[in-house]
């Protein structure tokens, strides 16, 4: 072991070690005597005496601390003793993350060997302050046509992938992770299913999107606090390689399932339901999360959340919070992807609040024209179905129909398939000069 990794261990140490008793337990919900611990620390329930049980403590009941189980409840009885342990806050970071899948812990998954990290992070860091931010003006090519020309993203941009169930999320995620212009990649798997984990590792990122990746991984069978600790995870490894003036893309997939995750810890601890259920601390964790992505001195985290969209309703709970926070969103409509339009986008109902700052005008000008042909073919479109829109009548509508072949094929893409910027864009303008 490096002297470097030898000092980082000895800083994740507990010089002092704070214990209780456990008094009750009811499904993974935990109350204990002690020890002195916060909301969000990490304690240790020593089950028969010697078996490590990891809980975090989630609140206070009567004078009693309450915490949640992150691992199996087998084995724990009243009165085993219960172990504060503040190092578990801190998480390996380094170089050596990279190409390699960590669980919830910090722990590789990928049966590639220990990992031994030249430094750790800090697991959860408060989000940095508005004058701390830089301006974002740079754009971040994502390798996607329909992303790059008309809902323009930058550096340290924080954009909501909005779609139902099947409709291509993961898929445009893996695009995306394998062709940006970013440095590094850090991918979260919040409440996957756990097929779905080795699937998007080797079909959709593949063993070069991998090679410059950092996978956390929390599948839906995992307790709720690991998998919320999974995104902070994610988080903290994001902020390690900004810290190193890396440009880092941050993907989380997905926002809903981490919030059902809170919504099963605050209901456990006694919180209020609110909206569809929803208790006030995942209203109060969005933007936790949301705000530590950014454009800073020495770096910038790009994210990328995809959102659960229940029942197709844009306007539900978790759906309205996200899209009030972040920067912009992006919508997969389950009509074109049932038509077989990939990337199944929905350029009208997407938006990118930077675009009009980091695209150039000629840009804007050209993705304007596209967007009110869009427009006016959608407006009409029962009208053409049906054969009742005589040509000639509207002469706006004669052009968006005459382009829309030549839009479509722009807008679809492959998901292997990679668009260099200057193509896009070369496009664009054809595009764009082709309707009057």
């Not at 919320?228 to 988080?235: D, E, G, N, P, T």
Request: proline share 6%.
């Amino acid at each position: 072991m490096s002297l470097a990794a030898f000092l980082a261990r000895v800083d994740q140490l507990d010089p002092m070690r704070w214990s209780g008793r456990v008094t009750n337990l009811v499904g993974l919900l935990v109350e204990s005597d002690g020890p002195a611990a916060a909301p969000g620390d990490f304690c240790e329930i020593l089950a028969g005496g010697s078996q490590a049980v990891r809980a975090q403590v989630v609140g206070f009941r009567d004078g009693r601390l309450l915490s949640m189980l992150l691992e199996d409840v087998a084995g724990i009885r009243a009165g085993d003793p219960i172990v504060a342990r503040p190092s578990a806050s801190k998480i390996p970071a380094g170089p050596q993350l990279l190409g390699r899948v960590l669980d919830g812990f910090g722990r590789p998954i990928d049966k590639l060997g220990p990992l031994i990290a030249s430094s750790s992070q800090t697991l959860d860091a408060p989000p940095p302050g508005p004058l701390d931010r830089e301006p974002i003006s740079e754009p971040l090519v994502t390798g996607i046509r329909a992303i790059d020309s008309l809902l323009t993203c930058g550096k340290g941009q924080r954009i909501g992938i909005f779609g139902g169930s099947g409709v291509g999320k993961s898929t445009l995620l893996g695009a995306m992770s394998r062709q940006n212009s970013a440095d590094i990649s850090v991918i979260a798997l919040i409440g996957e299913r756990n097929r779905e984990v080795r699937d998007f590792i080797e079909h959709e990122l593949g063993p070069e999107g991998l090679r410059r990746s950092v996978l956390v991984v929390s599948t839906s069978d995992r307790p709720a606090p690991l998998r919320i600790r999974a995104a902070h995870v994610a988080l903290a490894i994001a902020e390690h390689f900004r810290d190193q003036g890396k440009d880092v893309l941050l993907v989380m997939d997905s926002v809903t399932r981490l919030a059902m995750a809170q919504r099963e810890i605050g209901l456990a601890a006694g919180e209020p339901p609110s909206q569809k259920g929803y208790t006030p601390s995942v209203f109060n964790l969005l933007p936790r999360i949301f705000e530590r992505a950014g454009r800073f001195r020495r770096g910038s985290i790009t994210g990328f959340f995809t959102v659960l969209v229940e029942g197709d309703d844009l306007n539900e709970p978790i759906c309205d919070a996200v899209r009030a926070i972040l920067d912009g969103h992006i919508v997969l409509s389950r009509q074109l992807g049932s038509l077989g339009h990939y990337p199944a986008i929905d350029v009208l109902q997407s938006v990118s609040r930077l675009a009009s700052r980091l695209a150039t005008n000629e840009q804007q000008s050209a993705a304007r024209k596209i967007r009110e042909a869009l427009a006016d073919y959608e407006r009409s479109e029962d009208l053409i179905n049906l054969g009742a829109y005589v040509s000639g009548a509207n002469p706006r509508l004669d052009a968006a129909i005459a382009v829309r072949p030549r839009l479509l094929d722009f807008l679809k893409q492959d998901a292997a398939q990679h668009a260099p910027l200057e193509e896009t864009l070369s496009r664009l303008g054809e595009l764009a000069r082709a309707i009057p």
